[in-house]
């Protein structure tokens, strides 16, 4: 099939071009009445065209991010966090981040490429993890260093009665646009290990999370972890990317958060999502930024907690008929591209997202799926040639109360 052109702003089958990440920075930028204290930039900056190029060629391009990010939010502080498919040389990564890192941040992200940020001023303090580390085997002794570090981190804060917000590319659990509820051929981000060692980590120290936040899946939706009586106890947001380009599932339309917070707790109090309606920009050759919807409306909830999100996972369980809330979740979830009029999501769809949101173990979430099996359809992934090339970016806007 002969493809039309991709235009400035790019492709439902490419990467982000360079006109759709400054149209996102300029959007962000010019946001009325708007405090930003920090932006959190979650990963995967190149397109998946320079897997195989050498670092010296991605560390260029990372660096047109980088001075972009710098020239938009000249004021504020950008924690980036690192991908599966960034540069390997933390070292110059550092050299071209330490704008933003005090030094002891940037000791230990050139060691292993996490950090922790901390404000003096402040109780909330940001952690930020190299989640690479967790794909890797047992006893990878760069991996056992995060946690052992981690753990130090966490005991820290808790002796200082401070709170965090972890942050990292990829999620701890499975991925809920995987097309598919057949047991064992679920997405996973974290080996098994890593996965059930994050997840106790958590519940260890839930008291102090008040936010988890990632990227990765290009996906927007998010996470409940419960503790051993079962009780909602912690939450993961994960946001939706700039590229639209996704290889399961279909594609989304690109987008970029706001969050709204407490700065003396750091509890999130809402957030705003914008996206970019890909099809029209193209159409019209100009980028038409808008609010896709904002937390607190959309889902009618008054604060993002544990068991506010528990509940509304509940809603979102229940998809026979006609379910408006999961209708609302579901366009959300790719960015608007799944609308009511080509909406594939029947009752197992809808059950494969439950149980990726509510069953963050592999065990649980395999199980999960398994209550499901009366009604799996005979869903098969499919794929699409995907041979454009450009850049990818995804970050995260923080205001303050």
Known sequence: MQRGPVGRFGDYSCDASWDLIESAAHMMKSRPNVNVEFVLWTGDSLSHSTKHHQDINKLELLQNI?????KTFSSQFVFPALGHDDPSSRKKMGEMWSRWFPADSLKTFVQGGYYIIERKTEKLQIVVLNTNLMRKAD???????????????M??????????????????GCDERQRTALPGTHSQAFTDFNNKKYLELIRKYSELIV??????LHSDTFRVIYNERGHPTSWAMLAP???????????????????????????????????????????????????????STHYMINNITPLALHNLA????????????????????????HNNQHSTCDATCAHTHYCAITRVDYHEHEQCLKTAASVVSSYSLTSTPLNCFSLLSLFVIFKVR
């Open 66 to 70: 980088t001075d972009l990010l710098h």
């Open 139 to 153: 006893n990878d002794p760069e991996a056992a260093r995060q946690w052992e570090w981690l753990e130090g981190v």
């Open 155 to 172: 005991k820290k804060l808790k002796r200082n009665m401070e709170t965090a917000y972890l942050v990292g590319h990829m999620a701890p």
């Open 211 to 216: 936010g988890q936040f990632f990227g990765h």
């Open 241 to 295: 990317a700039l590229t639209p380009r996704r290889l399961t599932d279909g594609p989304n339309n690109p987008g970029i958060r706001l969050y709204k917070y407490n700065q003396n707790t750091g509890q999130i109090l809402d957030y705003t999502q914008y996206y970019l309606d890909l099809s029209a920009a193209k159409e019209h050759n100009h980028a038409e930024w808008a609010v896709e919807y904002n937390f």
């Open 314 to 337: 509940e809603k979102l369980s229940n998809a026979s008929g006609d379910n408006p809330t999961f209708n609302r979740y579901y366009r959300a979830n790719s960015v608007r591209f």
